[in-house]
């Protein structure tokens, strides 16, 4: 009964790389989020999305690109991998009224 | 933009000791306001919101709008509180609006 969860939990890769980080809640939220948690545990908030709009935070560089098939997946695709983007990922969502936001267990991307 | 402020990074306490984590706002009228907890290794949890008024573990936590603060509180630590505490402002349909705290690493010790 997961609500939100994500694949893969690690992710070990060359720089240069291309990859895709997936996400799936079954709460029937309407908005969906990507986070990006650095080494120092400060937590930045780099996509919104909900089934209106794609709201792109416009520090994260365009080789970050997130993708919604439908409303309860949020996948983000990252183009040329960079030691810098090494970093936990946590994907969230939330009813657009409700404020609570509910977090997936994370996928810590490692770049070699 | 509607901000949070944790103005300490880190807070060490011993066992039994009162906790308190600052969280300050800087915006109007009477915000939603949440604290969430991320223990070692977990993914982030919704630990209180004030709209609510309950008490989550033993934190409380109170708006004050003539500090505009919303600091978390327990009376007494425990071992297992050590975790990184994040204050929030509530999703209102904009990214710009979820922004969290830089958070606060509560270090409990023995």
């Known amino acids: 009964d997961t609500a939100v969860s994500q694949t893969p939990k690690y992710l070990v890769t060359q720089m240069g790389n291309d990859k895709s980080i997936k996400c799936e809640q079954n709460?029937?939220?309407?908005?969906m989020y990507w986070y990006k948690q650095d080494s120092k545990k400060f937590l930045k908030i780099m996509f919104s999305y909900n089934n209106k709009e794609l709201i792109i935070n416009e520090t994260v560089p365009n080789r970050f690109s997130p993708k919604s098939p439908d409303k309860a997946h949020l996948n983000l695709h990252i183009n040329s991998l960079e030691l810098g983007d090494s970093a936990v990922y946590f994907c969230?969502?939330?009813?657009?009224?409700?404020?609570?936001?509910?977090f997936g267990p994370g996928t810590r991307l490692t770049v070699l | 933009a509607q901000r949070v402020t944790q103005p300490e990074k880190l807070l060490s306490v011993f066992k039994g000791a009162p906790v308190e984590l600052k969280c300050n706002y800087s915006?109007?009228?009477?915000?939603?306001l949440f604290w969430y907890v991320q223990y070692s290794r977990q993914r982030l949890q919704l630990l209180l919101r004030?709209?609510s008024r309950e008490s989550i573990k033993g934190f409380t936590a109170d708006l004050n709008k003539g500090e505009t603060s919303f600091h978390l509180k327990k009376p007494f630590a425990q071992e297992e509180d050590s975790a990184m505490y994040y204050c929030a402002p509530p999703n209102s349909g904009g990214y710009q609006k979820v922004t969290f705290g830089i958070g606060t690493k509560l270090q409990v010790i023995p």
């Open positions: 004030h709209i």
């Open positions: 915006y109007s009228g009477s915000p939603e």
């Open positions: 709460l029937g939220h309407d908005t």
């Open positions: 969230a969502s939330s009813q657009e009224t409700a404020h609570e936001q509910f």
